[in-house]
């Protein structure tokens, strides 16, 4: 058993996954099922406070720079 409000934690090493809010079961089930939509509000709520890691960011951030000219005020000083 493993407790914790990080699901990407829990995405990453549970095969089974129980929600809970106030004491009470909302949602259970095998990963896959618990992690596809439609979800509890509550487990949407914990999964829109996972961070998705973009491995392409820093592609993506010069594309739009070269694109559109522009660079961040915080590297211009």
């Not at 509890?40 to 406070?49: A, I, P, V």
């Amino acid at each position: 058993m493993f407790i914790t409000h990080d699901l990407a934690t829990v995405k990453a090493i549970a095969d089974v996954v129980v929600v809970m809010l106030r004491g009470e079961v909302v949602e259970q089930g095998e990963k896959d099922e618990i992690f596809t939509p439609p979800h509890h509000e509550y487990t949407d709520l914990l999964l829109s406070s996972v961070p998705e890691m973009d491995p392409d960011w820093l592609e993506t951030l010069l594309a739009e720079r070269a694109r559109t000219g522009k660079v961040s005020s915080f590297i211009d000083g």
